[in-house]
């Protein structure tokens, strides 16, 4: 039995997915019809970055609901979860209510986020146990548990513990002046010594090599963490900013176990068999869509399955959208708009 019409999707959606899924060779031949009218043409838009995109998306939500609008008709669709955390921040900052399908992701839960608090705290001054234990070998410095005796460091005190070692007390008295280094800088520009000048970065990538992990998953997370302390002039403030999303994002899993409203927030997956009227599918980008995992022309076809799915959600309206840059580097519109003809 041949399944060939699709009563969901208006002909010009319809016909912009079928031009992208027709590029797979692994699938069975089928051209799909609808009885549904012509319809908006699928467009497709370019930004310079990731907030302008959100900010864009959310402004034009903005207006629907100032017209008595529902947007329960509505999803924002991503690649993967981590990536919502920006696009998050955006909806709730200017109150536009959302369901997340999956659980709502806490970027500054992570263990990177804890490891790079507690070089700002200590360089700030908080010489706490807590905090030397989270960072002393992040990247590896050797310390030893056993040398940390009391609730409070005291550099000289470790030194002395390690007073038969000299290069140990090299790599202390190092510390102790990059964490000087630190104290002076805005936590964007800390953050980014941390990375670059204190050999963080170097540490993660013998931390996925270890794990047997992707060494990006874990420098992207580590970007998205840099990226939130842009702006911040003091660390206080960047502390004060990550309570508030955090008591935000609390408040939006209560809400949400309560009732479900607003417009959905969802990655390609979660969303298969759903529709909605509009579509909004964002970072459309080398790296996110196909995600970089997807090496193998097995793989990239399987990615463009996804995204043909996710395109084929919408019954009325798809906005496609994708990035220049990100994280202060550049960024490659997907091969996957190319097909599409736009």
Known sequence: V??????????NILRTAMEVIGCNTRRFKKQLD?????????????????????????AALKKRMERGEDLLNTAILLRTNQESEGLINVLMEYQVPFTMKE???????HWICRALLAYLEMAAGDRSRKNLLEIMNRPNRYISREALNSSQINFNELREYYKDKDWMCDRITTLETH?????????FAAINFIRKGMGFEEYLREYAQYRKIKPEELLETLDRIHESAKGMKTLAKWQAYIEEYTKRLNEQARKQQDKKEGVTISTLHA??????????ILNVNEGSIPYRKAVLAEAVEEERRLFYVGMTRAKKKLVL???KRQYEKEREPSRFLEETGL
Do not use: W
């Open 271 to 280: 969303v298969k068999g759903l529709e909605y009227d509009i579509v909004y």
């Open 2 to 11: 041949l399944l060939n019409v699709n009563y969901r999707c208006s002909k």
């Open 321 to 323: 959208a994708y990035v």
């Open 34 to 58: 609808t009885p549904n009218e012509e319809g908006m043409p699928v467009t497709c838009k370019e930004f310079d970055n990731p907030r302008e995109e959100y900010m864009c998306v959310v």
């Open 103 to 109: 659980q709502l992701p806490n970027l500054f839960r």
């Open 179 to 187: 964490l000087r280094i630190l104290g002076t800088l805005s936590p």
